[in-house]
């Protein structure tokens, strides 16, 4: 079955502590993303790829890193996490450019941190 | 700075009812405007898309109205259903290479419930 997983779906944390979220899909897809979720603000991009060792900022990198060593795994790392990354988190991956291609979304993980 | 703008923040319709969704856009250079839907618990899934070289698409119950000189699209959902109950997103893309290049820009979420 064509889809993007996630790891963990659900994680408390405490402040400073660092995690990592996996996203992995198994479509062979070139570009991926990750979002964060709040209320009233909708889906807000943090870090996207476009292939393999090609990441750029989204429109609210501060206090993520990513990595893209393979075409299947995108990482979403919190190196210091703090309470304002308290958010749903959602990994996306496309088979090319968001314009031309639809985004497939994974299940999400709930970040709290402490 | 919120480049999509999408209103209202809730919308409550009784089955039959016809909900409309709206979205305005700042960015002249966005190419591509999607509609995600999200039920509880899942991530979004696309549901429908338009370009801005025509001023409506429809697929199935779900329509987007595109006014390419005001800026502003909409979703229609005809005939609406308590199974339609979800999250809907608007977002655009811009090909150009200018500052939103590869990123999905979307708008805050629109809570839909259809009560039976």
């Known amino acids: 079955e064509a889809q993007v997983t996630q790891n963990p779906r659900y994680l408390i944390t405490v402040t400073g502590k660092k995690l990592t979220v996996t996203c992995s899909q198994n479509?062979?897809?070139?570009?991926m993303s990750w979002y964060r979720q709040d209320p009233g603000l909708g889906l807000r991009q943090i870090y996207y790829s476009m292939n393999v060792e090609v990441t750029d900022k989204g429109d609210v990198p501060e206090g993520y890193k990513v990595s893209r060593k393979e075409k299947r795994n995108f990482p979403l790392i919190l190196e210091s996490p703090s309470p304002n990354q308290t958010s749903l988190y959602f990994c996306?991956?496309?088979?090319?450019?968001?314009?031309?291609?639809?985004?497939?979304f994974g299940p999400g993980t709930r970040l709290t941190v402490l | 700075q919120q480049q999509v703008k999408q209103s209202p923040q809730s919308l409550i319709v009784q089955k039959g009812g016809i909900p409309i969704i709206n979205c305005a856009y700042e960015n002249t250079a966005f190419d591509y405007f999607p509609w995600y839907q999200q039920f509880p618990g899942k991530g979004p899934a696309l549901l429908i898309a338009i370009r801005p070289d025509v001023s409506e698409k429809k697929e199935g119950r779900f329509t987007i109205s595109f006014n390419k000189s005001a800026k502003q699209f909409s979703l229609h959902i005809m005939d609406s259903q308590p199974g339609d109950s979800a999250t809907y997103f608007c977002a655009a893309s811009d090909p150009s290479g200018g500052t939103s290049y590869g990123k999905l820009t979307f708008g805050q979420g629109t809570i839909l419930t259809v009560h039976p």
């Open positions: 996306a991956s496309s088979k090319g450019l968001v314009v031309y291609n639809e985004q497939f």
């Open positions: 479509m062979n897809h070139e570009y």
